[in-house]
């Protein structure tokens, strides 16, 4: 059963900002690293940030200097703000546990579309 429920996409202008929310709300992820992926349309799912076992926060390239990762582990949340938003970080996001693979449960996403 899937207990990570992702929200807070939505359609903006490039340069603009969101804030996605991750719960995890029966604390099944608690122990795990956790990290956010995302999916464009007919490509594979990709990871985005993760926050690794060591506390280490780690970005794709193409996101490095623009999005920010967070978590609180008290409130079960994972946050990621994604900041000066380009056409090319339109895709559907995903939190998980990290690393995650296609077998693993997933949720259902929340959709970032960014016009330019």
């Known amino acids: 059963q899937v207990q990570l429920v992702e929200s807070g996409g939505g359609s903006v202008q490039a340069g603009e900002s969101l804030n996605l929310s991750c719960v995890d709300s029966?604390?099944?992820?608690?122990?795990?690293?956790m990290a956010w992926y995302r999916q464009a349309p007919g490509k594979q799912r990709d990871l985005v940030a993760a926050l690794t076992s060591f506390g280490v926060t780690i970005y794709d390239d193409s996101v490095k200097g623009r999005f920010i990762l967070s978590r609180d582990k008290a409130k079960g949340t994972l946050t990621l703000q994604m900041n000066n938003l380009k056409p090319e970080d339109t895709a559907v996001y995903y939190c998980n546990k990290y690393p995650a693979f296609k077998y693993n449960d997933w949720g259902q996403g929340t959709q970032v579309t960014v016009s330019s």
């Open positions: 029966g604390g099944f992820y608690s122990g795990n690293a």
